[in-house]
């Protein structure tokens, strides 16, 4: 079992940034895919950004790209999203997600239902 913890959101305004983290314990991610996904107030839970098991392809939203970056340090077991330009409408809870398969497939879904593992999510409120 892994456990992940996000951290790092709060009150930006818009224009500003943030950036995310997700610390994993329990066991090692380094072999997991990672992604971050997001839910706005009476929205569903939406893709946000994903990496591979050694962050070398990613992949993006349309809503986010050019803005949002995703990276991770095997070494820290930690998962990053860098928050640039943002937007009142990126307001949401920003949650984390471990695929384990990911290092058998090579590179990371952008749909929830390959993810096993959640994080408890953290709340990110941009305001215009």
């Known amino acids: 079992q892994v456990q992940l913890v996000e951290s790092g959101g709060g009150l930006v305004q818009a224009g500003g940034s943030l950036r995310l983290s997700c610390a994993a314990s329990?066991?090692?991610?380094?072999?997991?895919?990672m992604g971050w996904f997001r839910q706005a107030p009476g929205k569903e839970r939406e893709f946000v950004a994903a990496c591979n098991w050694n962050g070398g392809t990613t992949y993006y939203a349309d809503s986010v790209k050019g803005r949002f970056t995703i990276s991770r340090d095997n070494a820290k077991n930690t998962v990053y999203l860098q928050m640039n330009s943002l937007k009142p409408e990126d307001t949401a809870v920003y949650y984390c997600?471990?695929?384990?398969?990911?290092?058998?497939?090579?590179?990371?879904?952008?749909?929830?239902?390959?993810?096993?593992?959640w994080g408890q999510g953290t709340q990110v409120t941009v305001s215009s």
């Open positions: 329990g066991r090692t991610i380094s072999r997991d895919a």
């Open positions: 997600a471990a695929d384990p398969r990911g290092y058998s497939t090579g590179g990371a879904y952008t749909t929830q239902e390959w993810y096993d593992y």
